[in-house]
């Protein structure tokens, strides 16, 4: 298994620019969700799908759109890149366990991003 | 925002065992304490978690008090590579789903 993995690893952008982090996972997690880590804080919830065809925004959506058109995949749009956007993107997948919240949740390595 | 407070740093000596300490005094009854920690700047890593009742697997033991106000992660035999943050986090109920909201967790330094 490879787990979760995340492309690109590194981009930087200009302002204004648009752009997709792909995230895909191989378990069959119903659970896909995006985060994005700022310098010394924790990972602040962005958008998150509980499976095919169904998402739903976290802490901080605004300046990104997610689809879930397959179980494996989750990808993050950027629509028009700004500097405050550059982080560090970490997707996340688990099972959805009943009675619990998110399960253990399983990361990629990170997108990280900068905008000019 | 988080509702878990930690302390911003410890240190602690190898070999010996490293508790990492958490408040969540507004938990409710069916919120579950999650522990993960990140390694230098990659994907965080699942420790353990549980609801009321102390847990333990291979890399660590919970400890929640009776309240569930607080909780203790105890790494029993602390090694140079358990140096890393550590986050304490409590799952939050946005929008019809658990979700978990993480604070700046604690910078446990293992020193030889």
Redesign the interface.
Known sequence: NAG?TQTPKFQVLKTGQSMTLQCAQDMNHEYM?W?RQDP??????IH?S?GAGIT????VPNGYNVSRSTTEDFPLRLLSAAPSQTS?Y?C?SSHRLA????G???????SRLTVL | D?KTTQPTSMDCAEGRAANLPCNHSTISG???V?W?RQIH??????II?GLKNNETNEMASLIITEDRKSSTLILPHATLRDTAVY?CIV?DY??S?????????TKLIIKP
Request: glycine residues 16%; proline residues 2%; without cysteine.
């Open positions: 979760v969700s985060y010394g804080m924790g990972l602040r919830l998150y509980v739903d925004q976290g802490e560090v970490f996340a009675g619990d919240t998110t253990e949740l399983f990361f990629g390595e990170g | 988080a069916n919120e579950y999650y993960y700047s990659q994907g965080p890593q699942y978690h986050y799952s946005m929008d789903n658990y979700q978990l909201i993480w604070g700046a967790g």
